[in-house]
Structure formats: structure tokens, C-alpha cells
């Protein structure tokens, strides 16, 4: 409902309740959400910053809120941060924004929406959801009145990069929390998505935006065949129009927990249609950076029977599983022979060593156990950036990308159906790096299994060292394909030579490709392409080696 870092606003909800005092907080210290948005000011600059801020800034609600600046705004709303002069403490209030043009019928419909907003959150009694202090009417409009929330979103945070799988499942038990009381109550949310979880000061986590929760026993305020919330998070069974449960706000759930860790949601496709088809028939990747119970949980809860899913007793101990995984064995401690020369008989496991050579031997299982650790443990890259280079994030392709500091980055058009692609290009226009996904939940006609690149794995031998591979080059290019691996899994590459098409002028160009598919199925290739002749040729291999080298995937 509200935050500083600006959460999407619905609609829903009551007339007016006793105040509520906020809810008392122990300060508990390492907030990894902390923003510089958090920073709030004194309560005295806050009244005077609010007169010289946006359009609406300073003014008195209901002779009591005074609004400063604001947090975010939806279709339907705009939430303020505000001063409550009365008590003198800061709320959030969101404001009702119905477009003038609306019949007086969907107008209504908007008011009594936000009415029921409040009215749903007032009714439950949990840290993970929004208090609501009152409901002010302004013009015959309501204003809710709730406590402010520091923080941002979770779809704010999702977009610097996921969640490691222990605070995914962490947030997914206190959403989990707030979705049982609003089921206790008789209250189905039905619009759990990143945008509407909030993750506050002292590790809180707040579910907001009751704004097309239904309460049971209440009419529908939804217009016959449509229905409300965001497309990729909705269960199956409201797209086909059947009566939703709990369960339904469970698969929000799941979907939140999947993009959450996998960096985007499984059923986004490029328009609503899309998106509801695949809702229904899609089925997502199994998570690769999810392992263990919470990946038991994501998969239970996408289930597309609502019965098959787990239920929330089920859900909540996978997740405190995840959240809280046993601690790792201690290691042995091996004592020294004796000071009489003898020496005592060391047990690993079944086997017994004994004397001198147990020793030898156990010395150097020692020394591999610590190379073994110092590799796991040591940054995986080959060493430090050259100078002028940079690592980019690429959310959208969950994965980090070394790049010389100068290079242009661009994107193709959504429009232009290329996929999931990123491309860093030299000023010169002669070399150029261009990583580019393609992931197995958009996958329905196979083409990942079918491509080229694909046939360069081969189930036992893993690299196939023979035969052409249409890798969209020019005709007639020289390949050198060899095994390799990424992070101790099977990968592959190949450099190609080719003359360019150019029939007065051609030239030669060389490709070197990486390629890598995911255990779920996500097959990523990074090109780089530079001339084959001439100055360039050794500074865009060595631009080619370095970015091979610091590549990052999430999840690997």
C-alpha cells in the first residue's frame, strides 16, 4: 500500500476505524533493503518541504493529514506521505484517482473498491499486513489512512537482481503468514505479486494492496467475463473464470517465489493474451537457482490444478526448511600420534589407516581437501578486470557481463521477436559482444532442442567435435569446435573464420561463441566478433577471452 520506495497502489475498502496506535518495532541491525529513499526529514522541514513540492503537496485532509510528497501511484490511486498533526507521527494516505470521464456506475465501483481495501486490511490482525488507521472522506471520496511503511518494494529490489534461496523463502513465509489470517478472515487477496510486498525497516515484510480482495459474502464489483489483477500472477483457474480459493492466492505465491529467484516471473510473455495462454499452458522451467524444499514449494504451488497444490501448512514448513537449513557437519578433528612413538589408529568412515603411511596419506587428503576448498571459496573468475573494464548486470538475462567500459550497450525492440539479447558494441564498430538467452519456459515449439547450438551437446560425450552448425554466420565459415566447461559443468565453444559478403572488399572476420545450457533447460550463448586481419585481431581476442572468462549466471 505504501512505502518510500513507491509501491503500486489498487483498490478496496472501509468507512472509518478507531485509531490505531503503530505497531512497536525492536530495532534489529544489517537492513539489506536500507535505501537513501528511507532518509526522512525532520518533521519541521518536512510541513515546509511539502509547500514548495509536487502539485497537491501541503495540503490539509480531513483537518488532520497533512501531505509532504509522494510514494507511488497506480490506476486507481496515489499514496502520500503525510503528517498526521494530531498525533504528530507520519502515515501514508492514499488518495482516490478515478478518471472524470468514467460512468457514474465504474466511479462508484472505484469508490467502493478502495472502501473495501481498507476495510479487508482493517480486519486482520498480522505484522505482515498494513494497519489501517481511518478512512477519510473527502468530497465523497475516501482517503485511507495507514502506517507508513519504510522501505521498497519487492519489485523495486527484484530489479537490481534475485534473491539468494534462504531470504526468498524468509519473505515467502511472512507473505505466507498474511495470506493465512486474510484466508482465516474469509478474505481472498488476489493480487499477490512483487509490487505489493513491501520489505520494511528491521527485516519486516509487508503484504499491501488489498484493493481487489474479495471478502466472503460480499458482492463482485468485477464487470461479467473480466477480472482484475496482473496477468502473470494469476491462477489458472480465475483465467477460466472458476471460482477461486485459497489456493488461488498460493500459485501468487509460488509466482512470486520463482521470479523472486529466477530474476523473472515464468509466464511473462510480450502481451496479456500471451501471457494468460501461457498461464494456462506453459510449464516453467523447474528452478535452477531454488534447490531443495523451496523448489518443492515452487513447483507444488504451479501446480494448474488447485488441488494438487499444497496446502499452506505444507508450504510454510518446505519454506522454513529453505529459510533455516541444518547447520553444516563440523569437521573431524584427526589428534596426532602419540609421544611414544606410537601412533593411533585414524577411522574415516569404513576404512582404518594405521602407522606412518596413514599419515603420508592422510597429510596429502589434507592438502587436496584444502586446494579443493581454496578453489570453491576463491573468486570463480580468472583474476581481476583489465583496466577499463566493467561488469554489467543484465537482469533481464539473469547474468553479469565484463565489458570494456566504453562500449555502447544496446537492446533489440521487444517488438522485433530476437528474444532475450544484449549487445555491447566498440565505438569502431569492429568488435562486438552479444549475450543472449534463450529460456525453456518460452520454449513450447522446442526450438532449443532442435537449434544448432543445441546439437553441439551430446548426452554422454558431451561436445559433438564433427559436423556444420548453422550459427547465423555467412556461408562457408571454418569452425573449431572443442569441449569445455563452466563452473565444473559441461559447456562448449567454437571460434569460426569467414570472409565477408562484401564482393569488392571482403574481409575477414572471426567469432569466437560460449556456449552453456542450464540444468533446466536455458540456453545461453556469448558471441564476440572482431576482425580476423590486422590490428584488431589481437585485442579482440583478448576481448573475447575476457568476457568467456568473467561471465556470470545466476544460479550457477
Same mark, same amino acid.
Given at each position: ?9 489498487? !483498490? ?9 496506535? =503503530? ?8 537492513? =539489506? ?5 528511507? #532518509? ?12 514548495? +513540492? ?15 510528497? /509522494? ?7 496515489? #499514496? ?13 494516505? /492514499? ?15 472505484? $469508490? ?13 490482525? %498480522?505484522?505482515?499486513? #498494513? ?10 471520496? =475516501? ?21 539468494? @534461496?534462504?531470504? &526468498? ?13 486474510? %484466508? !482465516? @478472515? ?6 499477490? /505479486? ?54 488461488? *492466492? ?44 523451496? &523448489? ?30 541444518? &547447520? ?19 577411522? $574415516? ?7 606412518? +603411511? ?27 578486470? =583489465? ?84 550459427? *547465423? ?8 569446435? /572443442? ?48 576482425? +580476423?586481419?590486422?590490428? $584488431? ?20
Amino acid at each position: 500500500m505504501s512505502s518510500d520506495g513507491g509501491a503500486r497502489s489498487g !483498490a478496496d475498502e472501509p468507512t472509518s476505524f478507531a485509531l490505531q496506535p =503503530p505497531r512497536p518495532q525492536a530495532p534489529v541491525p544489517g537492513n =539489506p533493503y536500507a535505501t537513501p529513499t528511507q #532518509v526522512v526529514p525532520p518533521r519541521a522541514e518536512a510541513a515546509a518541504a511539502a509547500t514548495v +513540492g509536487e502539485p497537491g503537496a501541503g495540503r490539509l485532509i480531513a483537518g488532520r493529514y497533512r501531505l509532504i510528497s /509522494k510514494l507511488g501511484h497506480g490506476g486507481m490511486g496515489t #499514496v502520500w506521505r503525510a503528517q498526521d498533526e494530531t498525533v504528530d507521527r507520519e502515515v501514508a494516505v /492514499k488518495e482516490p484517482r478515478v478518471p472524470d470521464h468514467l460512468p457514474e456506475r465504474e466511479r462508484a465501483n472505484a $469508490f467502493e473498491r478502495m472502501r473495501r481495501e481498507a476495510r479487508a486490511a482493517a480486519r486482520l490482525d %498480522h505484522p505482515a499486513v #498494513v494497519d489501517v488507521h481511518d478512512v477519510a472522506v473527502v468530497d465523497g471520496q =475516501p482517503w485511507i489512512v495507514m502506517e507508513l511503511v519504510r522501505g521498497r518494494s519487492l519489485g523495486d529490489a527484484l530489479q537490481e537482481g534475485t534473491l539468494s @534461496a534462504r531470504e &526468498a523463502a524468509r519473505i515467502g513465509l511472512e507473505v505466507l503468514g498474511a495470506l493465512e489470517a486474510a %484466508h !482465516a @478472515a474469509g478474505i481472498l487477496h488476489r493480487d499477490v /505479486k512483487p509490487d505489493n510486498v513491501l520489505l520494511g525497516r528491521y527485516d519486516r515484510v509487508v503484504l499491501t494492496d488489498f484493493g481487489i480482495a474479495r471478502i466472503e459474502g460480499e458482492t463482485s464489483l468485477t464487470d461479467t467475463g473480466g477480472f482484475v489483477g496482473s496477468p502473470e500472477y494469476i491462477a489458472p483457474e480465475r483465467v477460466l473464470g472458476q471460482r477461486p480459493g485459497p489456493a488461488s *492466492d498460493l500459485w501468487s505465491l509460488g509466482v512470486v517465489l520463482y521470479a523472486a529467484t529466477e530474476g523473472v516471473s515464468p509466464f511473462r510473455r510480450s502481451n496479456t493474451p500471451a501471457t494468460l495462454q501461457s498461464v494456462l499452458n506453459a510449464t516453467p522451467a523447474p528452478p535452477a537457482s531454488a534447490q531443495g524444499p523451496l &523448489a518443492e514449494a515452487i513447483n507444488g504451488l504451479l501446480h494448474k490444478d488447485p488441488a494438487r497444490r499444497p496446502d499452506a501448512a505444507r508450504v510454510r514448513a518446505l519454506l522454513e526448511s529453505a529459510a533455516h537449513p541444518p &547447520a553444516a557437519q563440523p569437521t573431524q578433528v584427526v589428534r596426532a600420534p602419540g609421544e611414544g612413538g606410537g601412533s593411533r589408529r585414524v577411522r $574415516f568412515g569404513r576404512g582404518a589407516w594405521s602407522g606412518r +603411511g596413514a599419515w603420508i596419506g592422510l597429510g596429502a587428503a589434507v592438502v587436496a581437501a584444502a586446494v579443493a576448498a581454496y578453489l570453491v571459496v576463491a573468486d570463480p573468475f580468472a583474476g581481476p578486470l =583489465p583496466d577499463g573494464w566493467q561488469i554489467r548486470q543484465e537482469k533481464e538475462l539473469a547474468a553479469a557481463l565484463a565489458v570494456p567500459a566504453h562500449y555502447e550497450r544496446t537492446v533489440p525492440d521487444p517488438e522485433a521477436g530476437r528474444g532475450h539479447r544484449v549487445t555491447y558494441t566498440d565505438h569502431s564498430g569492429s568488435i562486438w559482444i552479444v549475450l543472449s538467452l534463450d529460456k525453456k519456459a518460452e520454449d513450447t515449439g522446442r526450438a532449443i532442442a532442435g537449434s544448432a547450438a543445441a546439437e553441439m551437446y551430446d548426452d554422454d560425450t558431451g561436445f559433438k567435435e564433427s559436423g556444420s552448425y548453422d550459427l *547465423d554466420m555467412p556461408e562457408g565459415p571454418k569452425t573449431n569446435p /572443442k569441449v569445455t566447461t563452466y563452473r565444473g559443468k559441461k559447456a562448449a565453444e567454437n571460434t569460426l573464420t569467414y570472409e565477408t559478403d562484401d564482393s569488392q572488399n571482403p574481409r575477414p572476420r572471426e567469432v569466437r561463441i560460449f556456449y552453456f545450457q542450464k540444468p533446466g533447460g536455458d540456453l545461453y550463448k556469448l558471441t564476440v566478433g572482431y576482425p +580476423g586481419a590486422g590490428d $584488431f585481431t589481437d585485442r579482440g581476442r583478448e576481448v573475447a577471452r575476457t568476457a568467456i572468462e568473467n561471465l556470470d549466471i545466476e544460479g550457477t
